[in-house]
């Protein structure tokens, strides 16, 4: 038996033969032409012909996929439109007298290499819809097969050096068990659609796959693992993980569109925590009720300089309009600028998980607070946003971010720029000093979420990142338990919601307890957000209150 590691794409477990399929870089001809027109003409009816294939691919994805995950199509047919993709390959046939099938290629390795340089994880994946887009017109130039034509009549485990969104969608579901690629990240739409589509998934493989073209094999989605020609012991033992998975899944399956309520009637806000533009469309897969916490971090780390006020408008934007009438609730910048945000130029600190962060950050530099507010304020036009202030500990840091607030709201106005003035504005109670003064807070703001990471490492006074310490990192101690049912209830004297969030928020040993304290919501990670649900459909509130 083989055994070969890999990425975890997608979730589960397949079991068959592998089929490989050759997608590798095919060569593209260099000449020079004499008839611009002609090599125009070529290119433009190529272009036509591959917007109808998109067209066809998009009604497709519709079907399969859900009509926001189709967007994927519109924005190939987009480019395929734009100004500056068409004149550059233009220019390249007109100005320099080459055939359009180099004047394609030349294009797609300069708009490649500007989206793989940019420094937001989303933008960079986007590179990977240029190639797919330039592949679809190569195919139709040189009249070559793409891999979407291959017809396959029984189920096999797809191998791949590469696969593109259209790839992935022209499968037949029924006819793929699963997916091996050489190369590919989590976050490209072809693993997105893999995850979507349910079908099990591995990238980065250090296998060479066209050497196990017909070779029985077990992959595992969970670990990002391939097993090729397992033992009988291996095969029984994952099948049993394979059916447990199966019937897993129907059981969330069964939990969508279902209203998250406990028994006695209750209806309890489930939402999702996310780090990325994608993560939007994952939570609205895995049935979210909105973005209950949207780190806005993403935008910050592993840059050189401050991501600029339109590009945070753009990616908040991007966000909201995908969770459409939903919440999106954005918490603003918390990192450790020592570790990840060198540009603040704050000088090194002994213990940084104590030091320069959240709103304390925020208030010593009024330029990034604003900025990021009127990201945010602006991006409230497109979608239902609220903003949550981190790392409170005192009302005067409350008293100062809204009056920032209210400068960027009356900014916005002069300037008559858009915004919703509705916009709430709430804290995270992940402080020891803020759950003790969460009854002045709570007066304060319209809204409360706990941050069950930070308010135990710091009520513990233990580091949950040193493993030195992980006997002493009591997740679930008295001491936390009592600080987050004092905020709840003091929450609640003020009229106001209060939800959890952070690790004890999806730890279903307190789900009931939390409901009893009387906590409004959770945000969780997407992916359990089904079980969550079902956790919470089992609660009676009523019955233990009547013994």
């Known amino acids: 038996m083989l055994n070969f590691d890999g990425t975890a794409i997608s979730m589960g477990y397949a079991i068959g033969k592998i089929l490989y399929l050759n997608n590798s870089k095919k060569s593209i001809p260099k000449y020079t032409i004499t008839d611009t027109e002609k090599e125009m003409a070529r290119l433009i009816e190529a272009r036509d012909a591959v917007y109808d294939q998109l067209t066809i691919l998009n009604e497709r994805a519709k079907e399969s996929i859900g009509g926001k995950n189709a967007l994927i199509f519109q924005f190939h047919q987009m480019l395929l439109n734009d ?41 960079r994946e986007r590179a990977d819809d240029i190639v797919d887009l330039s592949n679809k ?12 034509k291959v017809n396959i009549t029984e189920p096999f485990i797809i191998a791949a050096r590469e696969l593109y969104p259209s790839d992935t969608l022209s499968f037949t579901k029924e006819n793929i068990l699963g997916i091996i690629t050489s190369v590919g990240s989590f976050t490209s739409h072809a693993s997105i659609i893999s995850r979507i589509l349910g079908i099990p998934s591995i990238s980065n493989t250090n296998a060479v796959l066209e050497r196990l073209n017909g070779r029985y094999a077990i992959l595992d989605g969970e670990k990002g693992k391939l097993f090729v020609d397992p033992t009988e012991g ?12 199966e019937q897993y899944r129907q059981m969330l399956n069964s939990q969508k569109n279902l209203p998250t309520e406990t028994i006695d009637g209750k209806k309890i806000g489930l939402f999702a925590t996310i780090g990325s533009i994608d993560g939007a ?4 897969d895995n049935d979210a009720e909105g973005i209950g916490f949207l780190k806005s971090d993403f935008l910050f780390a592993g840059r050189a300089s401050l991501p600029s006020e339109d590009e945070q408008f753009m990616a908040y934007r991007a966000i909201s309009k995908t969770m459409g009438t939903k919440v999106t609730n954005i918490c603003m910048l918390d990192m450790l600028p020592e570790q990840e945000c060198s540009y603040f130029n704050i000088s090194k600190e002994s213990n940084p998980a104590m030091g320069m962060r959240g709103i304390r950050l925020l208030l010593e530099n009024p330029s990034v607070l604003k900025k990021q507010l009127r990201a945010i304020y602006r991006a409230s036009a497109f979608g239902k946003v609220s ?16 009056k920032t607030a209210k400068e960027v709201r009356d900014e916005l106005k002069r300037e008559g720029i858009n915004y919703d003035p509705s916009t709430q504005i709430g804290i995270i109670v992940e402080t020891p000093a803020a759950a003790v003064i969460s009854d002045i807070l709570a007066e304060m703001v319209d809204f409360i979420n706990i941050g069950t990471n930070d308010l135990t490492q710091y009520t513990l006074a233990v580091d949950r990142n040193n493993e030195d310490l992980i006997n002493f990192y009591i997740t679930a101690h008295k001491a936390v ?13 003020a009229e106001i919601p209060v939800g959890i969030c952070g690790d004890l928020a999806a730890d279903k040993r307190l789900t009931e307890k939390f409901l009893r304290y009387g906590a409004d919501s959770f945000s969780i990670i997407p992916s359990k957000i089904l079980e969550m649900r079902s956790e919470i459909r089992k609660v009676d509130l009523n019955e233990k209150k009547s013994k």
């Open 234 to 245: 291996m095969l029984s033992q994952y099948r049993s993980k394979k059916e447990r998975y």
């Open 137 to 148: 017109l190569l195919n139709t130039l040189m009249s070559e097969n793409e891999i979407s």
């Open 281 to 284: 469309q994952v939570a609205i």
């Open 83 to 123: 100004n500056s993709f068409r004149d550059y390959s233009k220019n390249i046939i007109i100005n320099e007298h080459m055939n359009c099938e180099y004047a394609v290629k030349k294009t797609s390795e300069h708009f490649y290499n500007i989206f793989a340089n940019l420094e937001d994880d989303y933008m």
């Open 481 to 493: 338990l009592r600080l987050i049912k004092m905020t709840i209830q003091n929450a609640h004297k």
């Open 387 to 402: 903003i949550c202030i981190p790392m409170v500990s005192s009302a005067n840091e409350v008293r100062s971010f809204k």
